[in-house]
């Protein structure tokens, strides 16, 4: 079992910028992946970022350029850069870890076995 708390959720205004922490306990050394998706009001959950055990990382592409996805082995902690926010950016902002070591699909929330209860992030424009 893996336990995930996300924080650094807030308001801020378009153009800026937050980092969300995902602090990971438990047996983390079975997460092979590690990634952060959102769900904003009526709309499904999607993938943000993701990174494999070895580092790699993937982005949408909505995000690609904007955040960073990064780890912190020795504090079992996960991070989320983002920056220049959007309004379309506002969502609900969810931890996710995977055991597997399947490559398919690294943003697929369907994928994710181990789940944060999340962190909102309201940006307003």
């Known amino acids: 079992q893996v336990q995930l708390v996300e924080s650094g959720g807030g308001s801020v205004q378009a153009g800026g910028s937050l980092r969300l922490s995902c602090k990971a306990s438990g047996n983390t050394d079975s997460s092979y992946w590690m990634g952060w998706f959102r769900q904003a009001p009526g709309k499904e959950r999607e993938g943000v970022a993701s990174?494999?055990?070895?580092?790699?990382?993937f982005y949408a592409d909505s995000v690609q350029g904007r955040f960073t996805i990064s780890k912190d082995n020795d504090k079992n902690t996960l991070y989320l850069q983002m920056n220049s926010l959007k309004f379309e950016d506002t969502a609900m902002y969810y931890c996710a870890a995977d055991s597997s070591r399947d490559y398919y699909q690294p943003l697929r929330p369907g994928k994710y076995n181990y789940w944060g209860q999340g962190t909102q992030v309201t940006v307003s424009s």
């Open positions: 990174l494999d055990i070895f580092g790699s990382t």
